[in-house]
């Protein structure tokens, strides 16, 4: 009786140290790789989390392309952690989709927000640029 109670004991103490030693590692891993999207965001003027076969990607991009931009981009189907980066960015945003697009810091939107912005000026306003014309 005695012997067969210290098995279950050893057995669930076992059990819980498997267990928290997967949540740690998940834990470990998940702030790495929110640690990875502050730094990007905080380290670039210009940000875009996006997928390389997106057609809002791509129009988010060629935004940036007709202001002589060049935006850091993270493409998260190229990247094994993609699919957390989105889980993260959607608690940062409260959108799952792709692009998101950020400026010196800030959240701008995805792709309509991207060519509202353009359209508006208010784009290159934030990149504090000049444009002429805005066509896209
Ligand atoms: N209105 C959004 C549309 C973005 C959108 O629908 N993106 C698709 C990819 S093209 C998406 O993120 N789908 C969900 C996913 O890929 O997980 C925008 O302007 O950014």
């Known amino acids: 009786m005695a ?3 210290t098995r279950l004991s050893v057995t669930a103490l076992v059990l819980l140290t498997a267990l928290a ?3 740690l590692e ?3 891993s998940a702030s790495s790789v929110g640690k990875f999207v502050d730094e990007t965001i905080s380290s670039h003027k210009i940000v ?3 997928k390389t076969y997106c057609p809002y990607c791509k129009r988010a991009k ?3 392309k007709e202001l002589n931009q060049v935006p850091y981009v993270v493409e998260l189907d190229e ?3 993609g699919s957390k980066i989105q889980d993260i960015m959607t608690n940062i945003v409260g959108r ?9 810091g800030k959240h701008l939107g995805g792709s309509d927000e991207t060519v509202e912005a353009y359209e508006s000026g208010q784009l290159a306003k934030l990149l504090g640029i000049e444009t002429e014309d805005r066509d896209l």
């Open 3 to 5: 012997a067969s109670s």
């Open 21 to 23: 030693t997967i949540s």
């Open 26 to 28: 998940a834990s470990a």
């Open 48 to 50: 875009i989390f996006s």
């Open 62 to 64: 060629a935004v940036f």
């Open 79 to 81: 990247r094994e952690d």
């Open 96 to 104: 799952r989709t792709v692009p998101q697009v950020f400026i010196n």
